[in-house]
């Protein structure tokens, strides 16, 4: 399948608005009908055709060439297909994704994944603060879907994240799962203090120490069958994060400022 | 009835007439495969007949911890009902009862059919409140704490409606000791059969039964045709030199897994041959009108 390339020619003026570029929505269209689709975020028209060389290829892949910090809403509600970013992509890469699998091979904004229900997002680079967590004003952030990081993460990843695995190979900031809901965080290398900062269920697995809340409450080392699984999934896209969650593990219940029925693995 | 003669093997010209069932599968792993195998041994326990158990249920076979969910030994266990409600509670029941109590033991489902039966979502209220959900790779489990760390359960397992029961051998021969030794090498090679179940004792029921009785209370009774004890007291079905009768019912998740045991029985029967084993094998029916599926011995033999 040849995909359909849009490779960015110069830096844009402004923030864009990609979010009418998935797949779904680009399926059928003709290069003139795709290179006049507005992404403009001011009053200034801006389209495809003004920023990006178009060329056509299967819908159902997308490539952006030549990434920016500046393009947004990357993949926003993408259901099906494949979208890959070749270089950086803004804020809200993959929000309210729900299916198809979104790749970018450099560095993220924050709100990477938010309110993500399904599908799969890879950042090859280091991504910005919240990711899959909840926008101001949401009571859940991403539920579902699979999330993995290769480089480092800002503060609060997985805030309010309520179904769902978000893996970060690299270092993660601070309140990692703050107000967690449900759903699985794996941070392979070390974390910022205050994982799971008023979690109230959920699973955060650290590779390395962190400073803990005290409201976390040692439980001693468990060897449990659910984290082998977890392992064995988690091993199809990250081999550092499967051998955090082999190694020998140390249970803290948490956050006991809240529900408390949330959990936090320390690797030992 | 013409004879067929195999090995010196005397074959009826008869069929086994079997019915549809609900049927589902489990996976069952523990540290060990002795574990695995107690707590599929125990959950299969007390299901040889629907008549009185609930259901039928055995072990399919052990699966390699290569081939398991969870990488650690396990065993796959049928269960079969004449309904989905009846199976739905047999299984909560009896992996409450038996697969949750079982040191180290996980469950899994072991069939994806296009509807489920609760298993985790049945179980999960054991936990008080602290039972753990998690959503991964497709699937949904439930952690439960328990006394040894934490029993871990799919959530759901699946049903089939396209599982058959009532597969069956009558082995016939001349002495208890051979006619034991038929229904021995009839079982193993069934046991290599994926997809069917022996429910009864090791394999063999001795205590085959008709429908209905002289008793008005009774819905099943010795089948008093077979009963070597009664050859000269009633229309018997035996021959002179037949003195014990053993039965092999089989359970299957598809007519063919039926029919495949079935073969599989018949052909150890006749390797074994007359002078070690049966003389005879038969197989039960009700005329034809009651179950759709007939399996002829003529069309099984190897």
Same mark, same amino acid.
């Given at each position: 399948m040849k995909p359909l390339v849009l490779a960015l020619k110069e830096r844009?003026?402004?923030?864009?608005?990609?979010?009418?570029?998935?797949?779904?929505? +680009?399926?059928? *269209?003709?290069?003139?009908?795709?290179?006049?689709?507005?992404?403009?975020?001011?009053?200034?028209?801006?389209?495809?055709?003004?920023?990006? &060389?178009?060329?056509?290829?299967?819908?159902?892949?997308?490539? @952006?060439?030549?990434?920016c910090d500046r393009l947004d809403w990357i993949g926003h509600g993408m259901a099906s297909g494949e979208i890959v970013v070749d270089g950086d992509a803004g804020s809200q890469a993959g929000r309210l994704m729900t299916g198809g699998r979104l790749t970018i091979t450099g560095n993220t904004g924050p709100w990477a994944a938010s309110g993500m229900r399904?599908?799969? /997002?890879? @950042?090859?680079?280091? %991504?910005?603060?919240?990711?899959?967590?909840? +926008?101001?004003?949401?009571?859940?952030?991403? &539920?579902?879907?699979?999330? @993995?990081? &290769?480089?480092?993460?800002?503060?609060?990843?997985?805030?309010?994240?309520? &179904?769902? %695995?978000?893996?970060?190979?690299?270092?993660?900031?601070?309140?990692? #799962?703050?107000?967690?809901?449900?759903?699985? /965080?794996?941070?392979?290398?070390?974390?910022?203090? +205050?994982? #799971?900062?008023?979690?109230?269920?959920?699973?955060?697995?650290?590779?390395?120490?962190?400073?803990?809340?005290?409201?976390?409450m040692d439980c001693g *080392?468990?060897?449990?069958?659910?984290?082998?699984?977890?392992?064995?999934?988690?091993?199809?896209?990250?081999?550092?994060?499967?051998k955090v969650l082999r190694r020998s593990l140390r249970r803290f219940a948490g956050d006991m400022a809240v529900l408390g029925k949330g959990e936090i693995f320390l690797a030992c | 009835?013409? *004879?067929?003669?195999?090995?010196?093997?005397?074959?009826?010209?008869?069929?086994?007439?079997?019915?549809?069932?609900?049927? %589902?599968?489990? /996976?069952?792993?523990?540290?060990?495969?002795?574990?695995?195998?107690?707590?599929?041994?125990?959950?299969?326990g007390f299901?040889?007949?629907?008549?009185?158990?609930?259901?039928?249920?055995?072990?399919?076979?052990?699966?390699?911890?290569?081939?398991t969910p969870d990488r650690r030994p396990g065993v796959r266990v049928l269960l079969f009902a004449v309904s989905t409600g009846e199976l739905q509670k047999q299984l909560a029941a009896r992996v409450g009862q038996c697969v949750l109590t079982s040191p180290g033991s996980a469950c899994y489902a072991g069939l994806d059919g296009e509807e489920s039966l609760?298993?985790?979502?049945?179980?999960?209220?054991?936990?008080?409140?602290?039972?753990?959900?998690?959503?991964?790779?497709? *699937?949904?489990?439930?952690?439960?704490?328990?006394?040894?760390?934490?029993?871990?359960?799919?959530?759901?397992? #699946?049903?089939?409606?396209?599982?058959? #029961?009532?597969?069956?051998?009558? /082995?016939?021969?001349?002495?208890a000791r051979t006619t034991l030794a038929a229904a021995e090498a009839a079982v193993k090679a069934i046991a290599r059969v994926p997809d069917a179940i022996t429910p009864f004792p090791g394999g063999i029921a001795r205590s085959g039964s008709k429908v209905g009785s002289k008793y008005k209370n009774v819905k099943a009774s010795t089948n008093d045709a077979y009963c070597p004890t009664l050859k000269g007291a009633v229309k018997s079905a035996l021959d002179a030199d037949v003195a014990s009768v053993l039965e092999i019912v089989i359970d299957g998740l598809t007519p063919k897994a039926v029919a495949d045991a079935m073969a599989a029985g018949l052909a150890a029967i006749v390797k074994l041959g007359s002078r070690r084993g049966a003389v005879r094998v038969g197989s039960g029916n009700y005329g034809g009108k009651l179950g759709p599926h007939h399996f002829h011995l003529k069309d099984l033999l190897p």
């Amino acid at each position: 399948m040849k995909p359909l390339v849009l490779a960015l020619k110069e830096r844009p003026p402004e923030r864009l608005n990609l979010s009418p570029l998935l797949p779904h929505l +680009l399926a059928g *269209k003709t290069a003139d009908e795709i290179a006049r689709i507005g992404v403009q975020t001011t009053r200034r028209p801006i389209t495809v055709g003004d920023l990006f &060389r178009v060329r056509m290829g299967d819908a159902r892949g997308i490539h @952006i060439e030549d990434g920016c910090d500046r393009l947004d809403w990357i993949g926003h509600g993408m259901a099906s297909g494949e979208i890959v970013v070749d270089g950086d992509a803004g804020s809200q890469a993959g929000r309210l994704m729900t299916g198809g699998r979104l790749t970018i091979t450099g560095n993220t904004g924050p709100w990477a994944a938010s309110g993500m229900r399904g599908g799969e /997002i890879e @950042i090859r680079g280091a %991504t910005g603060d919240r990711l899959g967590g909840s +926008l101001p004003g949401e009571m859940v952030g991403m &539920r579902g879907g699979f999330v @993995i990081v &290769r480089g480092d993460a800002g503060e609060r990843i997985g805030d309010r994240l309520r &179904r769902g %695995t978000i893996v970060v190979e690299g270092r993660a900031g601070a309140w990692a #799962g703050s107000r967690m809901v449900a759903g699985t /965080i794996v941070l392979a290398k070390p974390a910022g203090p +205050l994982p #799971g900062y008023l979690m109230r269920r959920g699973t955060i697995v650290l590779g390395s120490a962190a400073t803990l809340s005290p409201t976390f409450m040692d439980c001693g *080392k468990q060897d449990l069958v659910a984290l082998r699984l977890l392992a064995m999934f988690v091993a199809r896209y990250s081999a550092p994060a499967s051998k955090v969650l082999r190694r020998s593990l140390r249970r803290f219940a948490g956050d006991m400022a809240v529900l408390g029925k949330g959990e936090i693995f320390l690797a030992c | 009835m013409r *004879k067929l003669i195999a090995n010196g093997v005397r074959i009826d010209d008869t069929f086994a007439e079997a019915f549809g069932m609900r049927a %589902t599968a489990l /996976i069952v792993t523990a540290d060990s495969a002795a574990w695995a195998r107690q707590a599929a041994a125990t959950m299969t326990g007390f299901a040889t007949s629907v008549i009185g158990c609930g259901c039928e249920a055995g072990i399919d076979r052990e699966i390699d911890e290569k081939q398991t969910p969870d990488r650690r030994p396990g065993v796959r266990v049928l269960l079969f009902a004449v309904s989905t409600g009846e199976l739905q509670k047999q299984l909560a029941a009896r992996v409450g009862q038996c697969v949750l109590t079982s040191p180290g033991s996980a469950c899994y489902a072991g069939l994806d059919g296009e509807e489920s039966l609760k298993l985790g979502n049945a179980l999960r209220y054991f936990g008080d409140g602290w039972q753990i959900s998690k959503r991964f790779g497709g *699937k949904h489990y439930w952690r439960i704490p328990v006394l040894d760390g934490e029993f871990l359960c799919e959530a759901t397992t #699946g049903l089939t409606k396209q599982a058959v #029961g009532g597969g069956n051998l009558l /082995i016939m021969g001349e002495s208890a000791r051979t006619t034991l030794a038929a229904a021995e090498a009839a079982v193993k090679a069934i046991a290599r059969v994926p997809d069917a179940i022996t429910p009864f004792p090791g394999g063999i029921a001795r205590s085959g039964s008709k429908v209905g009785s002289k008793y008005k209370n009774v819905k099943a009774s010795t089948n008093d045709a077979y009963c070597p004890t009664l050859k000269g007291a009633v229309k018997s079905a035996l021959d002179a030199d037949v003195a014990s009768v053993l039965e092999i019912v089989i359970d299957g998740l598809t007519p063919k897994a039926v029919a495949d045991a079935m073969a599989a029985g018949l052909a150890a029967i006749v390797k074994l041959g007359s002078r070690r084993g049966a003389v005879r094998v038969g197989s039960g029916n009700y005329g034809g009108k009651l179950g759709p599926h007939h399996f002829h011995l003529k069309d099984l033999l190897p």
